[in-house]
């Protein structure tokens, strides 16, 4: 096969241009300092993969807190012994009839008297939201906020309103005042996102946060 005397040169050239590049290196860079430098480069990715996996084994153990925490929830509900299924629909927060409930023991009945009043401790909700509906909204709305806070800021609202029936509006000071440093902060403003989105409050800007029946949930 006959080669054209121009591309054998050209070739050369290029193999005596690698060379002279590889020459300059070795003579920028003794074998201990590329050494040093290869072995700072393992510690670092090294760190970077120690950081993944401790990264990867925090979210793990958040996942399964959330876990444990929405179980409790759902056993504590259990425990108040209210009725299975609630009519939201039809549940007219302003005029609330008496339920039906089951007589209990005396004892129990002194416990859940003694606990009942505690608004905080999610036990007494009339309305509460899925993790379906709480990702149903965009994060960028919901932000950091949690699905038991959420719930337990509903019920802290909902039962401020049925002891106040004649109150409309809540403003933010007031919401702290009976919800607590929970609702300070982008947190707090998030999951009052969430119930708004939801329909289970309105929020307005020069009156502040207010309830409004299920049925007219939007």
């Known amino acids: 096969m006959n080669v054209e005397p121009d591309l054998i040169e050209q070739v050369r050239n290029s193999v005596a241009e690698l060379d002279r590049i590889h020459a300059s290196l070795r003579s920028q860079l003794t074998y201990p300092e590329f050494c040093d430098r290869l072995i700072a480069a393992k510690k670092r990715i090294d760190a970077a993969k120690t950081h993944m996996i401790q990264n990867a084994l925090k979210i793990k153990e958040l996942?399964?807190?959330?876990?444990?925490?929405l179980l409790r929830r759902e056993k504590a509900l259990l425990r108040v012994n209210r009725p299975a299924i609630i009519d939201h629909e039809n549940f007219d927060h302003g005029n609330i009839e008496p339920v039906n409930i089951k007589p209990s023991p005396p004892a129990e009945c002194q416990a859940l008297s003694q606990r009942q009043p505690m608004v905080k401790s999610g036990l007494n909700?009339?309305?509460?939201?899925?993790?379906k509906e709480l990702e149903s909204i965009p994060l960028t709305m919901r932000g950091a906020a949690k699905l038991e806070n959420v719930n337990e800021l509903l019920s802290t609202v909902e039962a401020h309103f049925r002891k106040n029936p004649k109150q409309q509006y809540l403003t933010l000071s007031d919401l702290a005042s009976i919800a607590g440093p929970k609702v300070g902060g982008r947190t707090g403003l998030a999951m009052i996102h969430v119930l708004k989105a939801l329909g289970y409050v309105h929020y307005d800007v020069h009156r502040g946060l207010s309830r409004i029946k299920k049925q007219d949930r939007r």
């Open 63 to 69: 996942d399964r807190t959330i876990e444990i925490l």
């Open 125 to 131: 909700h009339l309305a509460s939201i899925t993790m």
